[in-house]
């Protein structure tokens, strides 16, 4: 059974930092923008929640048709969402934290400026590579 997921970082801006459609589903283009479109019409809800609790890891915020929307909130109001259809609640915990390391490891480069787009290709194939292991 192909699996849809789309995986998005935005920083405390709102402004997409990285993404990646890292689910095993055949990649769309139209496909594609309306998981930005579900992405983004949830950071409403997100910032709602992640001012009322102390979790980083908010669940399932919202959904639309048979995708939920997931999401991890750092410290610094950073958000990591997943876009997936799929039930396993303890591996996509599992997946944000690992990404969150490997976010912190850029974040502590001083060659990264905080705020922009994450380019690396390392980051990028270790994010993929997580994707596989626990979605």
């Not at 192909?2 to 890292?22: G, L, Q």
């Not at 480069?109 to 980051?123: A, C």
């Amino acid at each position: 059974m192909a699996s849809t997921a789309c995986f998005v970082i935005v920083s405390k801006n709102d402004i997409p930092i990285y993404e990646a459609e890292v689910g095993s589903a055949p990649k769309k283009e139209d496909l594609a923008h309306q998981h930005q479109f579900i992405l983004h019409a949830a950071l409403d809800v997100v910032q709602d929640l992640a001012w009322t609790t102390n979790a980083m890891f908010l669940r399932s915020v919202d959904r639309f048709s048979d995708l939920v929307v997931s999401v991890y909130v750092t410290a610094v109001h950073t958000r990591f969402m997943l876009l997936h259809d799929s039930r396993s609640d303890d591996g996509i915990k599992s997946f944000f934290q690992e990404v969150h390391e490997l976010y912190i490891k850029i974040f502590l480069n001083p060659l990264y400026l905080p705020g922009s787009r994450i380019t690396s290709s390392h980051f990028d194939t270790k994010v993929r590579a997580l994707a596989r292991k626990y979605l």
